[in-house]
């Protein structure tokens, strides 16, 4: 079955090229990102993850760990990370899980029960493997985006989705293309009493719609 918004996301070991977690542990109090690719030295996810490795203090800043998986083994992790800080001119810091027994693809519904790797595979036997799964300190699924193949993901938008939902923990809403320093909108649960004793003054805009300055 799918996961879906606020399940809590399936805990499993693993191996990685920097040695076996679990994944619940792993993510100990912090938010977390996982990316998943149908194989390593593929054009498209070598600049992916350049790009996750260039976003480092990004990550840092919003307390969220990151970790990419795929369907290759450790060794081959060990290798394209040569090429993944080669292109992107940062250091991998972050680990990928080898899921070449397709345990952690399955766990999070990237594959169907019955898949399996041929000899001699290409990316297109796991192209399904191509999602990111934001998840919070609760071990919630937050937030999930899956992409084809031959498009890149936006890291832009992954950002902007994380910096909203640690927003939206704050008991409001975000509009759309919202980010860091634009007003907030206030759930219509919130009763304008509780509004104003909450954030003080607001915008109403329609019964249902109503701003405010985003929360500290």
């Known amino acids: 079955m799918a996961l879906r918004i606020n399940d809590v996301v399936p805990d499993f070991t693993a191996d990685t ?10 993510i100990g109090d912090s938010w977390a990102i996982l990316f998943s690719h149908p194989k390593d030295f593929t054009p498209v996810c070598t600049t992916e993850f350049s790009t996750v490795a260039q976003l480092a203090d990004e990550w840092a800043a919003r307390g969220t760990k990151v970790i990419g998986v795929s369907v290759d083994g450790v060794d081959d992790h060990k290798k ?6 080669s292109y992107g001119n940062a250091p991998a810091g972050f680990p990928i899980i ?10 999070f519904d990237m594959l169907p029960a019955e898949a399996y790797l041929p000899d001699g595979r290409t990316p297109a036997d796991s192209a399904t493997v191509r999602s990111v799964f934001i998840i919070g300190p609760d071990k919630q699924l937050k937030l999930s985006m899956t992409y084809p193949m031959t498009v890149g993901r936006n890291f832009a938008e992954i950002l902007r989705a994380l910096d909203g939902l640690q927003m939206s923990s704050k008991g409001v809403a975000t509009p759309a293309n919202w980010v860091p320093g634009e007003d907030v909108i206030i759930p219509p649960t919130v009763s304008n009493e509780d509004a104003t004793a909450k954030f003080g003054e607001f915008e109403t805009i329609f019964p249902y719609l109503r701003k405010t300055k985003a929360p500290e």
């Open 80 to 85: 394209w990370k040569e090429d993944i800080a």
């Open 17 to 26: 090229d920097q040695g076996e977690i679990s994944f619940h542990d792993w």
């Open 98 to 107: 080898a899921d070449a027994g397709l345990k952690v693809s399955k766990l």
